[in-house]
């Protein structure tokens, strides 16, 4: 597998709740409590906000959350802010040659 | 504070060899349980991560990348380093250090801290 799935945007009004999935497959998502999301702002660095499919790093919003379901993980944010406006990748480890696979990334826009 | 700092040629030509250091600073390369390695970013595009090195040396490759990709550790200086060589224009990304973060399994690959990034331009 060459990336694992996201939707290439979501958007949401100020103060609602948004989710981004991330569908991978058994060798890595649905197997593995390894997923970690990254949220990057335009000509930054990505920012661990998510690891370990729910662990949120200290000092990260408790508006962000995460979860898994089989082959599927998602990324929630509650209560959304114009400062998260910002692209979002999921990660995962994988049995696949390519030890660590990343999503595409998903575009989220604040309306 | 711990911080990553990437270094290098801004542009590489084709089939020539890239090749980039991260010097960390605010702590040893040394302590810890930590990995460290680098991720790439094409411009407008998504990340992919390329390998990472314990300070003892022992290394993890994408298999993808494998066969032209070293990654080495220098702990006189605090520094790490990527060497990619036969580069072509696909290989023209932002090149991000970054740190994995302690898991208590094997499977624990995330990354929670990062260097800003250079942009390594293949061109001649």
């Known amino acids: 597998q060459s990336a694992l799935t996201q939707p290439a945007s979501v958007s949401g009004s100020p103060g609602q709740s948004i989710t981004i999935s991330c569908t991978g497959t058994?060798?890595?998502?649905?197997?593995?409590?390894?997923v970690s999301w990254y949220q990057q702002h335009p000509g930054k660095a990505p920012k661990l906000i998510i690891s370990?499919?729910?662990n949120r790093p200290s000092g990260v919003s408790n508006r962000f959350s995460g979860s898994k379901s089989d082959n599927t993980a998602s990324l929630t944010i509650s209560g959304l802010q114009a400062e998260d406006e910002a692209d979002y990748y999921c990660?995962?480890?994988?049995?696949?040659?390519?030890?660590?696979?990343f999503g595409g990334g998903t575009k989220v826009t604040v309306l | 504070q711990l911080q990553l700092q990437e270094s290098g040629p801004g542009r590489v030509k084709p089939s020539e060899t890239l090749s980039l250091t991260c010097t960390v600073s605010g702590a040893s390369i040394s302590s810890g349980s930590y990995y460290w390695g680098w991720i790439r970013q094409p411009p407008g595009k998504g990340l992919e991560w390329i390998g990472s090195i314990y300070y003892s040396g022992t290394t993890y490759y994408n298999g993808a990348l494998k066969s032209r990709v070293t990654i080495s550790v220098d702990t006189s200086k605090n520094q790490f380093s990527l060497n990619l060589n036969s580069v072509t224009a696909t290989d023209t990304a932002i090149y991000f250090c970054?740190?994995?973060?302690?898991?208590?399994?094997?499977?624990?690959?995330?990354?929670?801290?990062w260097g800003r990034g250079t942009l390594v331009t293949v061109s001649s």
């Open positions: 990660s995962s480890y994988t049995t696949s040659i390519t030890h660590v696979i």
């Open positions: 058994s060798s890595d998502v649905g197997d593995y409590n390894s």
């Open positions: 370990d499919v729910s």
């Open positions: 970054a740190r994995r973060g302690l898991g208590g399994n094997y499977y624990n690959w995330y990354f929670d801290l």
